[in-house]
């Protein structure tokens, strides 16, 4: 969570309309049985695509005892959020990660290259407003 993310500011396109922003991967590493709490709590910055696996540390033991790791079992958590909601998540998680989890837990985030399909954009980044009404 060290690197910054600028938020940008949405431009209009050939059309004159804003552009919808880009979409990132966040991924989050915390203690194993902390996976619902914490998909929970990404939900409420209108992550609307969320898997959650359970996962293993690779860190020797010695080294993973000596950190104070002593469990190595992890949630990984997948998440699809939005650009402009990237450094509001990372203080929120640091936030937590400190109070909750004893400072235990990664997260950084990968940008989506591209969506295929206004539908698919609109529901990955929770964009009601893009979603065809049916009349």
Do not use: W
């Amino acid at each position: 969570m060290t690197e910054r993310h600028q938020q940008k500011t949405p431009q209009p396109n050939r059309a004159g309309s804003i552009a919808p922003g880009r979409l990132m991967l966040l991924v989050t590493i915390v203690p194993k049985g902390k996976g619902t709490f914490f998909s929970d709590f990404l939900q409420t910055f209108d992550a609307n695509l969320q898997i959650c696996i359970v996962g293993t540390g690779t860190a020797q033991a010695d080294l993973a005892e000596f950190l104070g790791l002593k469990d190595s079992k992890r949630s990984v958590i997948f998440s699809v959020v939005q650009e402009e909601r990237v450094d509001a998540i990372f203080a929120a998680l640091r936030e937590h990660f400190h109070t909750i989890n004893r400072g235990m837990g990664i997260a950084f985030t990968v940008p989506f290259s591209s969506v295929i399909g206004k539908l698919s954009y609109a529901f990955l980044s929770n964009e009601r407003s893009m979603v065809r009404r049916e009349e």
